[in-house]
C-alpha cells in the first residue's frame, strides 16, 4: 500500500531538519508497539545506513538513497536487507517544508506492510515528535549556551534509553556509566568503587540503577533491592562532591516513601514517610545523596510512580493478561493507582538537569492519579478487550509475596506532584486514557497538510531553542 501523511512542528525547518540527524532520534521515533528495536541510526541522512532488530533474530536493513536527498528539505530510507526487502518493500521519502506554524513534515511510503499497522505508527511518530520539539520550545530559555555533558547509570534500562535519546536529540552530550566492556561514549562504573575520576568533564549526573524492585519479596531480592540502592548512591554523591564540574545529581527515588497504605490521603512531596520495607529503603536512598547536597551541589530526588510504557514495566503485563481474556482489577479496585508516562518522566528529567530552581523531593507522577478499577477500565477500551473477572487479590501475593503484593501491586498511594504543580510544569499525557493510547498504538493519524507558505531559503540554522 502507499501511504502519503503530513502534520506541522512547532519549530523552524533547519531546526526540525538537525533534530534528525543527532544521535537518539530513532529511538525517540520508534513505536513501543511495534516489533522493532533501534541498533544502529545512520549517521548521515544522505547515505547513511539505519539496521533495526526483529523478532526470530531478523534485521531490518534500511540504507539511504543520496539521489533523492536534498539537505535540510528531503532524505529517503530503503529498506535492502533480505528476507524483509521482499516481503517490505520499503521506500519512505521525508520531507521538511516552511510553514506560517513552523515545519511541515510529509512522510510518503509505499511498503508491502498492511494499512492499520502503518497508521499506527506514524501517528505515534508524529505525536513523538510534534511533543519533543515543543518541550524543547517550553524550556528554551533554560538552555545553556554550551551543550551539558549528562552522565547516566540505569543507562541500558528502560527509562535510561529513552533520556538518553532525549537528552542527544536535544543536543547534549550522554555519557553512559556501565558495569563492564565499555563501549565508546560509556565508561566503566564500579557502583561500591567507582573511579575517582569517573565523573571528569561531566555537568549532570543522573542516576537510575538499581535491582529491579517488582519480583517476589524474598530475603535476598529484598537485600539486592537495598544494596543496589544505598551504598552506590551514597558513593556517586561523594564523587559529585568531590568533583569540580558537576553541578547537579539528579538521583532515582520512588513513591514507595510514602507507604503502601495512605488512602484517601493526598501525598505532596511534603507529606510524611510511610511504613514498610520500601519506605525504609527509599528513605536511606535519598538519605544516601546528602554528600553532595552538604557540598552545595544541587540534588533533586525523583519520586517515580508506576512508569506507563509499551517496552516494558508493568503494562506489557497487563496487556498480555487482557489479551487472553483475564484482564480485571485487583480484587475491588478501589485502590489509588500513582503512574507516570515514560515520555513525562524523562521531560521531568531533562528539565531537571536545566532548571536551577529545582531541588530536593520531585515527586515524579501524573497529576491524575486513578483507582484500579479505572486504570482497568481505561486499559479494556484501548484494547477492545472485557475487563470483567476481578482478579482475586491472592493472585498478586502467590506471585510477589504477601509483603510484596502489598507494597506493589496492592499499593494504595494518592501522590500529586505539587512541586511540578507549583512551577508549571506542563505533561504530555496528564490522564491515562491519552498515556495508554500512546503507548499501544491508538492515536489518530494527521491525515490533511494545512497549507503551505511560500518557502524561505536564506533561513540559517536554528540554535538550540528559539523565539516565536
Not at 536534498?70 to 510553514?99: M, Q, Y
Not at 550522554?174 to 561531566?202: A, H, T
Not at 481474556?325 to 518522566?345: C, E, K, M, V
Request: with cysteine; charged share 20%.
Amino acid at each position: 500500500m502507499s501511504l502519503t501523511t503530513s502534520h506541522v512542528v512547532p519549530a523552524p525547518r533547519e531546526f526540525v531538519w538537525d533534530w534528525h540527524t543527532r544521535p537518539g532520534a530513532l529511538t525517540r521515533l520508534t513505536p513501543p508497539f511495534a516489533p522493532i528495536t533501534p541498533v544502529t541510526q545512520a549517521d548521515k541522512l544522505s547515505d547513511g545506513t539505519t539496521i533495526l532488530a526483529l523478532p526470530a533474530g531478523l534485521k531490518w536493513v534500511a540504507r539511504h538513497d543520496l539521489s533523492n536527498y536534498r539537505r535540510g528539505h528531503r532524505f529517503t530510507d530503503v529498506c535492502t536487507s533480505a528476507p524483509i526487502k521482499l516481503l517490505a518493500n520499503w521506500r519512505h521519502v521525508h520531507e521538511f517544508a516552511d510553514h506560517p506554524d513552523g515545519t511541515l513534515v510529509t512522510d510518503s511510503v509505499t511498503t508491502r506492510v498492511p494499512g492499520a499497522a502503518l497508521k499506527s505508527m506514524f501517528a505515534y511518530r508524529q505525536q513523538q515528535l510534534i511533543n519533543d520539539i515543543a518541550f524543547l520550545d517550553r524550556i528554551a530559555h533554560l538552555q545553556p549556551e554550551q551543550p551539558l555533558t549528562v552522565a547516566v547509570t540505569g543507562s541500558r534500562g528502560l527509562v535510561g534509553r529513552a533520556l538518553s535519546a532525549q537528552l542527544t536529540t536535544a543536543g547534549h552530550e550522554v555519557i553512559q556509566l556501565v558495569r563492564k566492556n565499555p563501549k565508546p561514549g560509556q565508561r566503566e562504573w564500579d557502583p561500591f568503587s567507582p573511579d575517582p575520576d569517573l565523573l571528569d568533564g561531566v555537568d549532570v549526573l543522573v542516576h537510575l540503577a538499581g535491582e529491579p524492585i517488582y519480583g517476589r519479596f524474598s530475603g535476598n531480592h529484598k537485600q539486592a533491592i537495598r544494596d543496589s540502592r544505598v551504598e552506590p548512591t551514597r558513593r556517586l554523591a561523594r564523587l559529585v562532591a568531590e568533583t569540580p564540574g558537576v553541578s547537579t545529581m539528579i538521583s532515582a527515588s520512588a513513591v514507595g516513601y510514602y507507604g503502601s497504605d495512605r488512602g484517601e490521603e493526598e501525598l505532596t512531596e511534603s507529606s510524611q514517610r510511610g511504613e514498610g520495607f520500601l519506605a525504609d529503603v527509599v528513605a536511606d536512598w535519598e538519605s544516601a545523596t546528602a554528600p553532595a547536597s552538604d557540598a552545595g551541589k544541587r540534588v533533586i530526588q525523583l519520586r517515580i510512580g508506576a512508569v506507563v510504557s509499551g517496552r516494558g514495566g508493568l503494562l506489557p503485563v497487563l496487556k498480555a493478561l487482557f489479551s487472553t481474556g483475564l484482564g480485571g482489577s485487583f480484587g475491588d479496585g478501589n485502590f489509588w493507582f500513582s503512574w507516570i508516562s515514560l515520555d513525562d518522566l524523562t521531560d521531568i528529567i531533562v528539565r531537571g538537569a536545566l532548571d536551577p530552581d529545582w531541588s530536593g523531593p520531585v515527586n515524579a507522577v501524573s497529576p491524575n492519579p486513578v483507582l484500579n478499577r479505572e486504570l482497568t477500565a481505561a486499559l479494556s477500551t484501548q484494547l477492545h478487550r472485557p475487563a470483567i473477572i476481578p482478579i482475586p487479590t491472592l493472585g498478586p501475593a502467590i506471585l510477589l509475596g504477601k509483603e510484596g503484593a502489598q507494597e506493589l501491586a496492592l499499593a494504595d498511594q494518592r501522590v500529586i506532584p505539587r512541586v511540578l504543580i507549583d512551577a508549571a510544569h506542563a505533561f504530555r499525557y496528564p490522564t491515562l486514557d491519552r498515556a495508554l493510547a500512546h503507548e499501544l498504538g491508538g492515536e489518530e493519524l494527521y491525515d490533511k497538510a494545512p497549507e503551505l507558505e511560500a518557502p524561505d531559503s536564506g533561513d540559517g540554522p536554528a540554535p538550540l531553542g528559539w523565539s516565536r
